[in-house]
């Protein structure tokens, strides 16, 4: 396996949809190919790369810049998955550096991750990877009827 990482294109919808659901975040195609045309739109705060190997998508990264008033921007990795057959080939440390990399090309000094409280092993590849764990919260979120 040679695997390669470059921007994502529009045309990895289908592979992209069957990742997040990997992830915990069952996603159909034409959901995430409306979300991701977004992202793609704003290449100046959002960035996506994915990892191919042999012709298939095998994972991806999505990154965002968060400018925030009461500290310095981070970028924040929005989302973070590689194939379950592919995992422990370093493919994971491979995007995550190529979003801190887009970070200091940005001139921002931090790169943040939320993780959920119960992958254990997503921790330890953080923590191997050089972040650490700075605090506990919980998230809150609130539906709000769409307009019409």
């Known amino acids: 396996m040679n695997p390669t990482l470059r921007p994502a294109r529009p045309a990895d919808a289908d592979a992209l949809a069957a990742l997040a659901t990997q992830l915990g975040y069952p ?26 190997a042999e ?14 008033l009461e500290s310095d921007s981070c970028v924040e990795v929005g989302g973070l998955v590689v194939a379950e057959d592919c995992r422990g080939q370093g493919l994971g440390a491979r995007l995550l550096a190529a979003c801190e990399a887009w970070a200091a090309a940005r001139d921002v000094a931090e790169v943040s991750v939320r993780c959920a409280e119960q992958r254990h092993a997503a921790h330890r590849f953080y923590r191997r990877e050089g972040y650490r764990h700075i605090k506990t919260q919980l998230t809150f979120r609130k539906a709000l009827a769409k307009s019409a």
Do not use: K, M, N, Y
Request: proline share 5%.
């Open 55 to 68: 012709g298939r998508v095998c994972g991806w990264i999505h990154g965002f810049e968060r400018p925030l």
């Open 27 to 52: 996603t159909d195609r034409a959901t995430l190919a409306a979300r991701l045309a977004l992202l793609l739109a704003a290449p100046e705060q959002h960035f996506v790369c994915v990892v191919e």
